[in-house]
């Protein structure tokens, strides 16, 4: 289900909030359209955090630490990756009006950013709201290879140490389902955000000023 905002209309941090309390998110048509769409789908994409599954190559490269891991450190860039065109990607649905609200609550608090480094480049990194034990992941991108999937496995990590009890996909790919990706029907999604809603989740449960080893983070999962 999809319902068209006016580009006149404001869209404040606090209403964002309260539609994903909702479950409903915006996205754009594409950059150059300054509506939103408010989407609350038949079908809603989670991975259950109990049973997030690392696929053994992957595994491997997460160990050896062939990037660093950061969060909270350069949205405007994560979102500026998450904006490029890529194979099987060619247009965006982030648009100046979903970039302006991500930013405000970003300065909030209440969206976060996973990213990954080789050297001094950001190579890879995802970005998503926090509400409750709730994360709304929702985008990710990468320029190196395993780069967006080593930023999901340490949000995991994060989430699971941070007491979160949902994350939401919005929608599953063949790319999540590798991670224990699934559908569930829109009550089920109500009842699950319903419950992951009451109390918080501490997103700095693991150290955000310093990286954590691929190793340590495998043992979290």
Not at 129 to 134: E, F, T
Not at 199 to 211: C, K, N, Q, S, Y
Request: charged residues 25%; aromatic residues 10%.
């Amino acid at each position: 289900m999809a319902s068209r905002e006016s580009a006149l209309v404001e869209i404040t941090p606090e209403v964002l909030l309260k539609a994903y309390a909702c479950g409903i998110f915006p996205m754009a048509e594409s950059a150059d359209d300054p509506a939103l769409y408010w989407i609350e789908p038949e079908r809603r994409g989670i991975i259950p955090l109990d049973r997030f599954h690392v696929p053994e190559r992957l595994a491997r490269t997460v160990r050896s630490d062939p990037f660093t891991v950061m969060v909270d450190r350069n949205f405007d860039a994560v979102i500026d990756g998450c904006s490029e065109s890529m194979p099987g990607r060619t247009r965006t649905w982030i648009n100046v009006r979903i970039r302006n609200l991500y930013r405000k609550l970003y300065d909030r608090g209440d969206c976060h950013t996973v990213e990954v480094y080789r050297g001094n480049e950001l190579v890879g990194g995802l970005y998503g709201v926090s509400l409750g034990r709730a994360f709304f992941g929702e985008s990710m991108f990468h320029r190196a290879r395993d780069a967006s999937k080593i930023a999901l496995v340490h949000l995991v990590a994060r989430l699971k140490v941070g007491q979160y009890r949902l994350l939401d996909t919005q929608f599953v790919t063949e790319h999540l389902r590798t991670f224990g990706a699934i559908e569930v029907t829109r009550p089920a999604y109500h009842k699950l955000l319903d419950a992951a809603l009451v109390g918080d989740g501490d997103f700095a449960a693991l150290a955000v000023d310093r990286p954590i080893g691929g190793a340590a983070i495998l043992n979290l999962l």
